[in-house]
């Protein structure tokens, strides 16, 4: 690939397997290979490809597709496969089908430009994805280094064709796609671990999916449940943790149950659940008077623990699950709480936050009253954002303690 570590250089990464196609967009500078974002379609894959060249065969062949789960649909999918993988380097295969199959023996051509009109529906749901995490990373086409095609799918040459039309540039091919996922799942696997091998290199990732809980909102009189409400955003740099605040919704509650979900959908109904969380013992009041912080830490291994406590209480209930599905139990429950304990870190221990309390304070020991009531307003009103768990606010006063520290330092101490 055409970079040095000291060029910046933007990939486009295209997998199209079986039964998914994911899109990634990275970029590369120095040694760090971070990924700017994600997309991808979860229906679409080479084995749509393959059911569509069965419906093919079928048609041309005369006979009725047999019906879904028998040997004979068994072994015209099998022979669909084959012909389809025939096509990525040939103009035209030869099928032959045995009564078994087709009721009487069939033998028939077809060509690659017969296929590729039947696929083509589907190659035009490339699209979307591959505009769609363009957009997220703020990168336009002609900014691309190299577009990268991995997954054995990715061997048709209409796919081929389709993404150097969409992204003006020929994309790199590798002469055995499906390897270079297994590759590339090694290299994470091994930065995840620590291995020695890769000490030059830091790979940083994002959240291919929004992670959140189901919430009820009150319309009118009546309370209706089942919104989505995320708490971690697709694309967002992991590790993280972040959390959201849930009120009461009805007088008196003393529970709440918390759906976990990931997906894009409005409703929870449009994604998918990952488990749930029961909160009990909450002192009784009218609705909205108690609140519930919900906090998501997900890390790089893709465990994600939930905790939700109590504001007015400080009682926390927390489960860790996989983002595969799942809760997560034993030794690796163990390994997990270890690992997401160092992300649940107070936000004045985070590095960004940290320097400029530290800058803040600095500034103060210099300053007159009038700047030092200045510097302790911000501060107090961080302090208290932060034990409130109210993000917006912990963000906004950052914003607003590092302008001020600019404009009394103009950046000449620090």
Known sequence: MASTSATKALFAVLDLGGGTFDVCVMELFEGVLQV???AGENRLGGEDFTEAMAELIAARGGFPRPAAGTPANALLFKRAELAKRALACADRVDVTLTADVAGRDVALSITAAEAERVWEPLVRRLQGPIL???RHANVAPAKLTEVVLVGGATRLPCIQRAVATLLRRAPVQHDD???????????????IAGASVLDDRVITDVASHSLGIG???RVGARVVGGYFVPIIF???????SQWEVQPTIVDDQTTMTIGIYEGEGRRVDDNRKLGELFVSDIPRGPAGSQSIAVRFTYDHNGMLEVEAKVMSTDKTVSTVLRRTGGEVTGDALVAARARIAAL??????RPRYR???ARARLLRTEADTATR???DALVDRFDDASDALARTDVEATYVALLALCEELDRGERW
Request: glycine share 6%; hydrophobic share 45%.
């Open 132 to 134: 769609h995490a363009l």
């Open 355 to 357: 320097d400029v309390l």
């Open 234 to 240: 697709r694309n967002t740099v992991i590790p993280t």
């Open 373 to 375: 009531g200045r510097i």
């Open 344 to 349: 649940r870190a107070d936000p004045a221990d």
């Open 177 to 191: 796609p499906d390897l270079l996922v297994a590759e590339g799942a090694a290299i994470q696997a091994g930065a």
């Open 215 to 217: 919430s009820p909102r």
């Open 36 to 38: 700017k974002s994600v």
